[in-house]
């Protein structure tokens, strides 16, 4: 099984919008609406922002959204604040029960 | 509240075996629908899903490192045990266990992590 691939980095200002994708394949991102989110500060756990694609855990912002299109999932964040600069990695669920993560995205808030 | 804690060696020799113990409160890992998986983080690098293991004892694993590793249960300890054979500096990384989601479907709580060095 193949790491997902992400942007290695993205980065916006204060208040704009980014968008971070992550692209399986059919046997993976394409083939589950399991496509989940995490955050990860430096030297922090990572903290899950999005699940099944679009939900939210309770406690993460409504800034945070995700979305699926074919074999390729998306996370955007609106609304940027510095808090939010961390490096992000999706993961889906790639069927016998088991996951492949992404490569990470490091998000710089400018 | 749930809580997960990793503990083992933080330091092998290249081809000893490392076994890491993750220990949880919260919930019982005999309790139908639930799972628990772990994951490693070389340093500054990518999150890698390494096995599962599921409340019913059905185990999963990484299919570049199915050959190495073993995943078990201890259910009246509440802990959860990874080993990973012929271990190599290359296999340097913090190693996180999970509680999985209901439904399975991602990794719901995460340990604090413990950062194991291969060196001889």
């Known amino acids: 099984q193949s790491a997902l691939t992400q942007p290695r980095s993205v980065s916006g200002s204060p208040g704009q919008s980014v968008t971070i994708s992550c692209t399986g394949t059919?046997?993976?991102?394409?083939?589950?609406?399991?496509v989940s989110w995490y955050q990860q500060h430096s030297g922090k756990v990572p903290k899950v922002m999005i699940y099944?694609?679009?939900k939210r855990p309770s406690g993460v912002p409504d800034r945070f959204s995700g979305s699926k299109s074919g074999n390729t999932a998306s996370l955007t964040i609106s609304g940027l604040q510095a808090e939010d600069e961390a490096d992000y990695y999706c993961?889906?669920?790639?069927?016998?029960?088991?996951?492949?993560f992404g490569g990470g995205t490091k998000l710089t808030v400018l | 509240q749930i809580t997960l804690k990793e503990s083992g060696p933080t330091v092998v020799k290249p081809t000893q075996t490392l076994t890491l113990t993750c220990t949880f409160s919260?919930?019982?890992?005999?309790?139908?629908?639930?799972?628990m998986g772990w994951i490693r983080q070389p340093p500054g690098k990518a999150l890698e899903w390494l096995a599962t293991?599921?409340?019913?004892?059905?185990?999963r694993y990484s299919p570049s490192l199915r050959s190495r590793l073993t995943i078990a249960k201890d259910t009246y300890k509440n802990q959860v045990v990874l080993t990973m054979t012929n271990m190599d500096p290359v296999d340097t990384a913090t190693y996180y266990c999970?509680?999985?989601?209901?439904?399975?479907?991602?990794?719901?709580?995460w340990g604090q992590g413990i950062l194991v060095t291969v060196s001889s």
């Open positions: 999970a509680h999985l989601s209901p439904g399975y479907t991602y990794a719901q709580d």
């Open positions: 919260g919930f019982s890992l005999s309790a139908s629908g639930v799972g």
């Open positions: 293991i599921y409340w019913d004892d059905d185990k």
């Open positions: 059919s046997s993976d991102v394409g083939g589950y609406n399991y």
């Open positions: 099944d694609v679009n």
């Open positions: 993961c889906s669920y790639a069927g016998g029960y088991f996951f492949v």
